[in-house]
């Protein structure tokens, strides 16, 4: 599966943006989506997770209330709306892919996108 994140940029902080992820090459309405992020320096800091029917999802503390996360199976996409940010929350954003939620939180996946930079000015 290949992914394709979409939707970064720069942003004033209490502004907001919306990213997406699409797959292509696969479907991935059997697998679950999770985002992540990495800053200058820093490690990947898991962000959200979305189970495979939407049902389920999970929010790292840093993100819960600001962050909503959404799938599209028919599209083959998810998406992560991003409100109220945050200096931050500046980072490069990954999506991702797994057959389940622990695999996801431990970057055990199927695959990568490249990543979208989200900068937060303040």
């Known amino acids: 599966v290949h992914l394709v994140e979409s939707g970064g940029g720069l942003v004033q902080a209490g502004g907001s943006l919306r990213l997406s992820c699409e797959a292509s090459g696969g479907t991935v309405s059997s697998l679950v989506m999770g985002w992540f992020r990495q800053a200058p320096g820093k490690d990947f800091e898991f962000i959200s997770s979305?189970?495979?029917?939407?049902?389920?999802?999970n929010y790292a503390d840093s993100v819960k209330g600001r962050f909503t996360i959404s799938r599209d199976n028919a599209k083959n996409m998810a998406s992560l709306q991003m409100n109220s940010l945050k200096p931050e929350d500046t980072a490069t954003y990954y999506c991702t892919v797994g057959v389940n939620e622990e695999m996801v939180r431990a970057r055990l996946v199927e695959s990568w996108g490249q990543g979208t930079q989200v900068t937060v000015s303040s």
């Open positions: 979305i189970s495979d029917n939407g049902v389920w999802k």
